[in-house]
């Protein structure tokens, strides 16, 4: 994107006024007023709220994978594949002795989840995960028999059937060498569960429609409402909260759907991100917003250096005195601190300049964590410092 400074509009606004000479005034005006309308940055409602109550629900299931190429559960280790596979024989009316377990290797315990989207009706598929919840190797070339999907309630809301594909790959030799390349206990289904129940109907509970923003901005809520109002009238939204706006909204559920097609593609400037800055210790990873600024401050950081050798020394003692020979261990540890620089930020010094200064002293990502924890602890650091 080209920047337009202040300077650069003045010139231009200079040649446009010199080409304009002799010409109507009416479009002289058109055209300039074409000139200061520069784009502004701005974002879909869309991309910054999600309408509230629209979402989607987790399903889990159990179930078991036959077919598999010997690479199943061992079921001395996995007894609960073994009373599985029993009670399911059972209900098909096959009826296994008590003292009997058999040992299978193509049959493996599984776990399955799935998302079940908002307004699923029945007879629609959704995409399922298949993972080994016991010692299966691989689940590739199984398939999954009928299972149920539960919902947090515990009511039955899809039936998942099919076959698996497995992205892994894996291999084992009977002295107990394995390779195996990506996961290969794991697998999806695409469209491997129907859905059986419908969610309750919470879009049109109320007489509002709510919009609840990914981010808590008090800003960017009090743009929305302003633009809201603007495209449909004073008083058509209101701000509940940080989060939150909410929308009058006809009892229609016909009109209500038009309405937030109108709603979701209204553009407004968001609010600027508060200044941070994101430090992962684990990764030595450190993200600094663009707002972060920094008050006057002069820093020295330098790396300490310290060396260990380790030597052994043999005394040997003299041939005629009948001594014996002994080993001494000797330490030699050196410390020296080269290389530390001091460097001086201005007030409102942005990301570019910390940056650039970092880079010149040769600050490795550990070092730079360091600096910044102490501009924290100084005062001097005007942003957040967030460790994850």
């Known amino acids: 994107m080209m920047t337009v400074t202040s300077r650069t509009l003045a010139a231009r606004m200079q040649r446009l006024m010199h080409g304009l000479r002799g010409t109507c005034k009416p479009l002289g005006l058109a055209a300039l007023l074409l000139v200061l309308a520069l784009p502004a940055h701005?974002?879909?409602?869309?991309?910054?709220?999600?309408?509230?109550?629209?979402?989607?629900?987790?399903?889990?299931?159990?179930?078991?994978?036959?077919?598999?190429?010997?690479?199943?559960?061992?079921?001395?280790?996995?007894?609960?594949?073994?009373?599985?596979?029993?009670?399911?024989?059972?209900?098909?009316?096959?009826?296994?002795?008590?003292?009997?377990?058999?040992?299978?290797?193509?049959?493996?315990?599984?776990?399955?989840?799935?998302?079940?989207?908002?307004?699923?009706?029945?007879?629609?598929?959704?995409?399922?995960?298949?993972?080994?919840?016991?010692?299966?190797?691989?689940?590739?070339?199984?398939s999954l028999l009928m299972a149920p999907l539960k919902g947090a309630d515990g009511q039955v809301y899809a039936i998942a059937q099919g076959n698996l594909v497995v992205g892994g790959?894996?291999?084992?030799?009977?002295?107990?060498?394995?390779?195996?390349?990506?996961?290969?206990?794991?697998?999806?289904?695409?469209?491997?569960?129907?859905?059986?129940?419908?969610?309750?109907?919470?879009?049109?509970?109320?007489?509002?429609?709510?919009?609840?923003?990914?981010?808590?901005?008090?800003?960017?809520?009090?743009?929305?409402?302003?633009?809201?109002?603007?495209?449909?009238?004073?008083?058509?939204?209101?701000?509940?909260?940080?989060?939150?706006?909410?929308?009058?909204?006809?009892?229609?559920?016909?009109?209500r759907i038009g309405l937030l097609a109108r709603i979701e593609n209204i553009e407004l400037s968001p609010g600027t991100a508060p200044a941070r800055v994101v430090v992962n210790s684990r990764t030595g990873t450190v993200v600094i917003g663009s707002q972060v600024r920094v008050s006057p401050a002069a820093i020295a950081h330098g790396s300490l250096t310290v060396t260990i050798n380790e030597a052994t020394q043999v005394s040997q003692p003299n041939a005629l005195g009948g001594g014996q020979t002994v080993t001494a261990p000797q330490s030699t540890i050196t410390a020296s601190n080269e290389g530390s620089r001091m460097f001086r930020f201005d007030g409102g010094t942005t990301l570019d300049e910390?940056?650039?200064?970092?880079?010149?002293?040769?600050?490795?990502?550990?070092?730079l964590i360091a600096i910044l924890e102490a501009l924290k602890q100084a005062g001097a650091l005007s942003a957040e410092l967030e460790v994850i």
Do not use: C, W
């Open 42 to 142: 701005a974002e879909r409602i869309k991309d910054l709220a999600q309408v509230g109550g629209v979402r989607g629900n987790a399903l889990v299931g159990y179930g078991l994978v036959v077919g598999l190429d010997g690479s199943g559960d061992r079921t001395s280790q996995a007894p609960f594949t073994v009373q599985s596979l029993k009670n399911m024989l059972g209900e098909l009316g096959v009826n296994v002795p008590p003292n009997v377990n058999p040992q299978l290797k193509n049959v493996a315990a599984v776990a399955i989840h799935a998302e079940l989207p908002p307004f699923a009706k029945p007879g629609q598929t959704i995409d399922i995960t298949v993972s080994s919840i016991g010692n299966a190797i691989s689940l590739r070339g199984g």
């Open 354 to 367: 910390i940056v650039r200064a970092v880079n010149e002293v040769g600050a490795a990502p550990g070092d």
């Open 169 to 255: 790959f894996g291999a084992q030799g009977k002295d107990g060498s394995r390779v195996s390349v990506n996961v290969p206990s794991v697998g999806r289904i695409p469209g491997g569960a129907t859905v059986e129940r419908t969610l309750p109907d919470v879009f049109g509970a109320s007489g509002e429609i709510t919009l609840n923003l990914h981010q808590n901005d008090f800003t960017t809520v009090a743009r929305m409402v302003a633009a809201l109002n603007n495209a449909f009238g004073e008083g058509a939204a209101r701000a509940v909260d940080g989060v939150t706006v909410a929308v009058q909204a006809p009892s229609d559920q016909g009109a």
